[in-house]
């Protein structure tokens, strides 16, 4: 630690030494300046073909980036009228490189990306940029756009109203502006389509994530999901509900203030403790002590829950534990307003850290569906996975990754560590000159709020803009009401009102205004000092105007605006009021840096209470029982910058945490993003392979030389026979006498077979039969193994009993029964193929030629997302009447060869299951 501080005092820090090595390329870009402004406006277009022609020669993107930077620079000048500072072109060039920029709030990142967005797209494998909300992404695309279109590069943008069509039209532009959560969820659905063509995407070029904090860190722990419909339990989460208010918290020690260890104690000791379960707040946990279980059985049974003579404890009604643990977790750990909010009928999560709602997100596993039946509203049927991805891996798929924020040197550890990204702080173009003062910390809630008020009372008198950041929707309305009751005029912007997001950011920074705001992470608006002369330009003129009527109103607007300007800023400019502090400093650093923007002035100031989630978690009632015995009294603050360290040293405790939790979260999911990367690529090479009757003949091949190795190895005997027969009859559908028993003759026999159903209906119609025989196998197997993955997970950590480690088990089971999918897709696949028969009907029938195949059964049978199973059925119905159309000129009719398995008829695996709870699923 002291030969670093030593280091970084004789040769800078590895940040000033990044910044170092950027300054030459920022002098070649500039000393291209004048020959990019000799340019005629048809000149750029031609430039850019000049560029790619010269990447086809061999040179690279670095060669011609002075070239290029300049270019895309004096385009925006002309274009905009913004021309990038020498910190902008920092930058871009960090973001050209696979890194991170850090640049403050303020300092125009959305003009930073259009340089390294334009070099990139000259190879033309594409471009995205990835933005948190559409809004954003329209908007950023539609200001640009002008811009590269100017130089002769199209722009598109993906937006969550889109059909596929537009989509794919959209991924075909040379850069392509989108959110986070459309990209992935495309990948997603690109990866179930059962035709090549109606993917949507082109690959994983080169990405620029914008606010990359918010997206890689914040949600990095919240998978994408498409789900399809799943088993109804609905009305067991009404059941449940209802008996929640019977259970009791468990009494803790008063001397260690924790719940005494169930273990340790005497069974005398055990039956006289009170309570029915245990709460860990910190990780939203809730587990059920012995008398609880026991309460949970006696409920069961009293309102005719569960069978007689069974109890919770048997297999079949067990799950009943897992409702009431949600019910109770939804009950006691998820308050409204807070995690969630009721709008509509429906629950709906917001986002703790930018207070919005997360549209169409629920909670995993039950518990959305347990809060539903709490604030008593529409239970929605729960889904099962058809495809999921974290933002960890779906962003590790990208050749190269950059991104930018106002954020990242606190989680610069985090970066390199999960995504191999440095992070680079690009120095201001002004200095800062916000006043960023200690925090007040009050004993009490009531006190903290009062004081708030009171300062912001004191700010409104005099004009200056004040923008609060509180930390939930609840708390917002609580200061709003205090305000109200001051008179005071203010705008509320939480997850209830986020459609007006944009006008109540833009005017924040206006005289006298105060604005109230669930966390500042990702709004994408400048607060500018003394308002915004383009939202009121079109609030003027409104939007139907033409251009030179937005240009007239903009110019009086902009007039006023300077005086506005010069007004706030003598008043002390923005003064920014944390409620509270958040958990990971980042949050409170993207509060803060809403003031103080372009070198304006500005103040920031937090107030703390000893009751915030923070302090009261990490702190206890015996740091504010210290502060009563030094004397501190309520509606007294203390102010020292010992308490800042103090608390900026436990926000360090949660981060370090929270990485952990990431860090346990990617090394279990790099398990499932491994096979799920094998499985879409194996399905990718079966929709585009035009010889699928070789890929069934080599499984086939494969699987003989198998059974006959082990015949020929073993005893000849009747037993040794009767196996290597049956398997050929069960897996083929072929019934062979002992005298015709040579591996070449059977193989011959398989080879005949195909040839002659490929002649009877031709090899591009039975490559289709035999593709979506595959697909079919692939997605329902997949779904059973992202099941099975997950009941793993829950499972293995039981294993850390038995000293054997959690992720090392889960590896092992893991890639084991995901063999055993693969071996069974091929098998399967490869036996459904032989077994079909194709007959020649006499006369030409109507479009039902398709006689149920036990197999065609499955499915029809078979769980869909909805945008996907009209694809499945369309594929379905095309390869039916591919089999029934055949190039013979006659109707063909697929029969069955063995005999059918009613629903519920035993297995024939010999599971002892029913064939509807076993492989009939």
């Given at each position: 630690?002291?030969?670093?501080?030593?280091?970084?005092?004789?040769?800078?820090?590895?940040?000033?030494?990044d910044?170092?090595?950027?300054?030459?390329?920022?002098?070649a870009i500039?000393?291209?300046?004048?020959?990019a402004?000799?340019?005629?406006?048809e000149?750029?277009?031609?430039?850019?073909?000049?560029?790619?022609e010269r990447?086809?020669?061999?040179?690279?993107?670095?060669?011609?980036?002075?070239?290029a930077?300049?270019?895309?620079?004096?385009?925006?000048r002309?274009?905009?009228?913004?021309?990038a500072?020498d910190?902008?072109?920092?930058?871009?060039?960090?973001?050209?490189?696979?890194?991170i920029?850090e640049?403050?709030t303020?300092?125009?990142?959305?003009?930073?990306?259009?340089?390294?967005?334009?070099?990139?797209?000259?190879?033309?494998k594409?471009v995205?940029?990835?933005?948190v909300?559409?809004?954003?992404?329209?908007?950023?695309?539609?200001?640009?756009?002008?811009?590269?279109?100017?130089?002769?590069?199209?722009v598109g943008?993906?937006?969550?109203?889109m059909d596929?069509?537009?989509?794919?039209?959209?991924?075909n532009?040379?850069?392509?502006?989108?959110?986070?959560?459309e990209?992935?969820?495309?990948?997603?659905?690109?990866?179930?389509?059962?035709?090549?063509?109606?993917k949507?995407?082109?690959?994983?070029?080169?990405?620029?994530?914008?606010?990359?904090d918010?997206?890689?860190?914040?949600?990095?722990?919240?998978?994408?999901?498409?789900?399809?419909?799943?088993?109804?339990?609905?009305?067991k989460?009404?059941?449940v509900?209802?008996?929640?208010?019977?259970?009791?918290?468990?009494e803790?020690?008063?001397?260690?203030?924790d719940?005494?260890e169930?273990?340790?104690?005497?069974?005398?000791?055990?039956a006289?403790?009170?309570?029915?379960?245990?709460?860990?707040e910190?990780?939203k946990?809730?587990s059920?002590?012995n008398?609880?279980?026991n309460?949970?059985?006696?409920?069961?049974?009293?309102?005719?829950l569960?069978?007689p003579?069974?109890?919770?404890?048997d297999?079949?009604?067990f799950?009943?534990?897992?409702?009431?643990?949600?019910a109770?977790?939804?009950?006691?750990?998820?308050?409204?307003?807070?995690?969630?909010?009721?709008?509509?009928?429906?629950?709906?999560?917001?986002?703790?850290?930018?207070?919005?709602?997360?549209?169409?997100?629920?909670?995993?596993?039950?518990?959305?569906?347990?809060?539903?039946?709490?604030?008593?509203?529409?239970?929605?049927?729960r889904?099962?996975?058809?495809?999921?991805v974290?933002?960890?891996?779906f962003?590790?798929?990208?050749?190269?990754?950059?991104?930018?924020?106002?954020?990242?040197?606190?989680e610069?550890?985090?970066?390199?560590k999960?995504?191999?990204?440095?992070?680079?702080?690009?120095?201001?173009?002004?200095?800062?000159a916000?006043?960023?003062?200690?925090?007040?910390?009050?004993?009490?809630?009531?006190?903290?709020?009062?004081?708030?008020?009171k300062?912001?009372?004191?700010?409104?008198?005099?004009?200056?803009?004040?923008?609060?950041?509180?930390?939930?929707?609840?708390?917002?309305?609580?200061?709003?009401?205090?305000?109200?009751?001051?008179?005071?005029?203010?705008?509320?912007?939480?997850a209830?009102?986020?459609?007006?997001?944009a006008?109540?950011?833009?005017e924040?920074?206006?005289?006298?205004?105060?604005?109230?705001a669930?966390?500042?992470?990702?709004?994408g608006?400048d607060?500018?000092?003394?308002?915004?002369?383009?939202?009121r330009?079109?609030k003027?003129?409104?939007t139907?105007?033409?251009?030179?009527?937005?240009e007239?109103?903009?110019k009086?607007?902009?007039?006023?605006w300077?005086?506005d300007?010069?007004?706030?800023?003598?008043?002390?400019?923005?003064?920014?009021?944390?409620?509270?502090?958040?958990?990971?400093r980042?949050?409170d650093?993207?509060?803060?840096?809403?003031?103080?923007?372009?070198?304006?002035p500005?103040?920031?100031k937090?107030?703390?209470?000893?009751?915030?989630d923070?302090?009261?978690?990490?702190?206890?009632?015996r740091?504010?029982n210290?502060?009563?015995?030094?004397?501190?009294q309520?509606?007294?603050?203390?102010?020292h910058?010992?308490?800042?360290?103090?608390i900026?040293?436990?926000?360090?405790?949660?981060?370090e945490?929270?990485?952990?939790?990431?860090?346990?979260?990617?090394?279990?999911?790099d398990?499932?993003?491994?096979?799920?990367?094998?499985?879409?690529q194996?399905?990718?090479d079966?929709l585009?392979d035009?010889?699928l009757?070789?890929?069934?003949?080599?499984?086939?091949?494969?699987y003989?030389?198998?059974?006959?190795?082990?015949y020929?190895?073993?005893?000849k005997?009747a037993?040794?026979?009767?196996?290597l027969i049956?398997?050929?009859r069960?897996?083929?559908?072929?019934?062979?006498?002992?005298d015709?028993?040579?591996?070449?003759?059977?193989?011959?026999?398989?080879?005949?077979?195909?040839?002659?159903?490929?002649?009877?209906?031709?090899?591009?119609?039975f490559?289709?039969?035999?593709?979506?025989?595959?697909i079919?196998?692939?997605?329902?197997?997949?779904?059973?193994?992202?099941?099975?993955?997950?009941g793993?997970?829950?499972?293995?950590?039981?294993r850390?009993y038995?000293?054997?480690?959690?992720l090392?088990?889960?590896?092992?089971?893991?890639f084991?029964?995901?063999?055993?999918?693969i071996e069974?897709?091929?098998?399967?696949t490869?036996?459904?193929?032989?077994?079909?028969?194709?007959?020649?009907?006499?006369?030409?029938?109507?479009?039902?030629?398709?006689?149920g195949?036990?197999?065609?059964?499955?499915?029809?049978?078979?769980?869909?997302?909805?945008?996907?199973?009209r694809?499945a059925?369309?594929?379905?119905?095309?390869?039916?009447?591919?089999?029934?159309?055949?190039?013979?000129g006659?109707?063909?009719?697929?029969?069955?060869?063995?005999?059918?398995?009613?629903?519920?008829?035993?297995?024939?695996c010999?599971?002892?299951?029913?064939?509807?709870?076993?492989?009939?699923?």
């Amino acid at each position: 630690m002291l030969v670093d501080k030593v280091l970084s005092v004789i040769f800078g820090s590895q940040n000033e030494r990044d910044v170092k090595k950027l300054k030459p390329i920022v002098e070649a870009i500039n000393a291209k300046e004048s020959w990019a402004q000799s340019l005629a406006a048809e000149d750029f277009p031609k430039q850019t073909q000049i560029f790619k022609e010269r990447l086809a020669k061999g040179e690279t993107l670095d060669d011609i980036l002075p070239e290029a930077f300049a270019l895309a620079r004096e385009a925006a000048r002309r274009v905009r009228g913004e021309r990038a500072y020498d910190v902008q072109l920092m930058g871009s060039i960090v973001l050209h490189s696979g890194r991170i920029t850090e640049m403050k709030t303020g300092e125009g990142k959305t003009l930073v990306a259009v340089a390294p967005s334009y070099l990139n797209s000259l190879t033309g494998k594409g471009v995205h940029v990835v933005t948190v909300n559409d809004y954003l992404a329209e908007r950023d695309a539609s200001t640009m756009r002008p811009v590269f279109s100017y130089l002769g590069v199209t722009v598109g943008t993906i937006l969550s109203s889109m059909d596929n069509a537009t989509r794919k039209e959209n991924y075909n532009c040379d850069i392509t502006y989108g959110t986070n959560n459309e990209f992935g969820f495309d990948y997603l659905r690109d990866n179930m389509q059962v035709d090549i063509d109606r993917k949507v995407q082109r690959g994983f070029n080169y990405c620029i994530v914008d606010e990359i904090d918010s997206i890689l860190i914040d949600e990095a722990r919240t998978p994408l999901i498409i789900s399809g419909a799943g088993e109804d339990d609905t009305f067991k989460f009404y059941e449940v509900d209802k008996y929640v208010d019977l259970f009791e918290e468990m009494e803790k020690d008063p001397k260690t203030n924790d719940y005494p260890e169930e273990t340790e104690l005497t069974p005398e000791q055990r039956a006289a403790l009170k309570g029915d379960y245990k709460i860990d707040e910190k990780s939203k946990r809730v587990s059920f002590t012995n008398k609880g279980m026991n309460k949970i059985d006696d409920i069961l049974h009293q309102h005719n829950l569960i069978e007689p003579g069974t109890t919770v404890f048997d297999e079949q009604n067990f799950e009943y534990v897992h409702y009431f643990t949600q019910a109770l977790r939804a009950h006691i750990l998820y308050e409204k307003d807070v995690e969630y909010v009721v709008r509509d009928g429906k629950v709906e999560i917001v986002d703790e850290f930018t207070g919005r709602i997360l549209e169409g997100r629920r909670y995993s596993d039950g518990l959305h569906q347990a809060i539903e039946a709490k604030e008593h509203v529409k239970i929605a049927q729960r889904n099962r996975t058809m495809a999921t991805v974290t933002f960890q891996n779906f962003f590790r798929m990208y050749e190269k990754l950059s991104g930018m924020t106002g954020t990242a040197a606190t989680e610069a550890v985090e970066f390199n560590k999960i995504y191999k990204l440095d992070v680079v702080v690009i120095p201001t173009n002004r200095p800062v000159a916000r006043k960023d003062e200690n925090d007040e910390v009050y004993l009490n809630e009531e006190d903290k709020w009062n004081a708030i008020a009171k300062e912001i009372s004191e700010a409104h008198k005099k004009g200056q803009p004040v923008l609060v950041g509180t930390v939930s929707v609840e708390k917002s309305e609580h200061l709003s009401n205090l305000l109200t009751r001051l008179g005071i005029p203010h705008e509320v912007l939480n997850a209830k009102n986020h459609a007006r997001e944009a006008m109540i950011i833009a005017e924040a920074g206006a005289k006298g205004a105060v604005t109230v705001a669930t966390n500042m992470a990702g709004r994408g608006t400048d607060i500018k000092l003394g308002g915004n002369p383009e939202s009121r330009a079109l609030k003027r003129c409104g939007t139907e105007a033409t251009p030179e009527q937005y240009e007239a109103a903009y110019k009086i607007e902009k007039e006023k605006w300077l005086k506005d300007y010069e007004e706030v800023k003598s008043l002390g400019g923005l003064y920014v009021i944390g409620s509270e502090r958040h958990e990971s400093r980042r949050i409170d650093n993207q509060l803060r840096g809403r003031s103080g923007r372009q070198g304006d002035p500005g103040r920031s100031k937090f107030f703390i209470s000893m009751d915030d989630d923070l302090m009261r978690l990490f702190g206890g009632d015996r740091m504010k029982n210290i502060m009563k015995r030094i004397g501190m009294q309520p509606g007294e603050p203390i102010d020292h910058p010992w308490l800042n360290k103090g608390i900026e040293k436990a926000q360090k405790k949660v981060e370090e945490r929270n990485f952990e939790i990431r860090k346990n979260l990617i090394d279990y999911d790099d398990v499932l993003n491994e096979q799920r990367e094998y499985i879409y690529q194996q399905r990718d090479d079966i929709l585009v392979d035009e010889n699928l009757t070789d890929r069934v003949m080599d499984t086939a091949k494969e699987y003989l030389n198998d059974w006959f190795y082990q015949y020929e190895h073993g005893k000849k005997n009747a037993g040794g026979q009767k196996t290597l027969i049956d398997n050929i009859r069960n897996t083929f559908g072929l019934q062979l006498s002992p005298d015709y028993l040579e591996k070449d003759k059977v193989i011959s026999i398989l080879q005949n077979d195909l040839t002659e159903k490929l002649t009877l209906i031709g090899k591009e119609q039975f490559n289709m039969f035999i593709r979506y025989q595959y697909i079919q196998q692939i997605d329902r197997k997949w779904l059973d193994q992202l099941e099975y993955l997950d009941g793993l997970r829950e499972a293995v950590h039981l294993r850390s009993y038995g000293s054997k480690n959690p992720l090392t088990e889960y590896k092992i089971d893991g890639f084991n029964r995901f063999d055993e999918m693969i071996e069974q897709i091929r098998i399967d696949t490869a036996g459904r193929i032989f077994k079909v028969r194709i007959q020649i009907a006499p006369a030409p029938m109507p479009q039902r030629q398709v006689q149920g195949t036990a197999q065609h059964e499955e499915a029809q049978s078979m769980s869909q997302q909805a945008a996907s199973n009209r694809m499945a059925q369309q594929a379905q119905q095309q390869a039916s009447r591919t089999m029934a159309g055949a190039s013979t000129g006659h109707n063909v009719t697929v029969t069955r060869i063995a005999p059918k398995i009613g629903r519920n008829d035993p297995c024939p695996c010999g599971s002892g299951k029913k064939y509807k709870n076993c492989h009939g699923r």
